[in-house]
């Protein structure tokens, strides 16, 4: 099994359950546009959760596709698996707080500590293995 395929297959389902939550709730408040009445609501935070999960999931999916078909393995792979368990942290932080405006909730502080450091990890490991 690659670490790496199986990341970019979490994210990618992870995109497409927060986009068919985003639908569910849009049809349970009969939103078609815009968050709704609430901006702490359910639908907000879900159109947030998954707005954050558009702007992160094509950047890690491509680099993942690059580390494995470079070879990339050992501590790189590892960081991949810390990268999406951070990217899931991060959305069910965003859909659990009780609002977007306050005190965030701690998964999504873990989760975006998360994505930040091993984002920049991969980032330096796609550098290295560039120039070298």
């Known amino acids: 099994m690659n670490a790496f395929l199986v990341c970019s297959a979490i994210l990618v389902i992870a995109y497409f359950l927060l986009a068919f939550n985003v639908s569910r709730l849009r049809l349970r408040t009969q939103t078609s546009i815009g968050l709704g009445n609430d901006p702490s609501g359910p639908l907000a935070k879900a159109v947030r959760a998954h707005g954050n999960a558009a702007e992160y999931t094509p950047l890690f999916v491509a680099m993942f596709f690059y580390f494995l078909l470079s070879g990339a393995g050992g501590w790189i792979a590892w960081v991949a698996i810390g990268v999406t368990v951070s990217r899931i942290l991060h ?11 306050g005190q965030p909730h701690p998964l999504r502080t873990i989760g975006a500590a998360g994505t930040y450091i091993g984002g920049l990890a991969l980032g330096l490991a796609l550098l290295l293995r560039v120039l070298l």
């Open 91 to 101: 959305a069910l932080g965003m859909l659990m707080a009780r609002n977007l405006n």
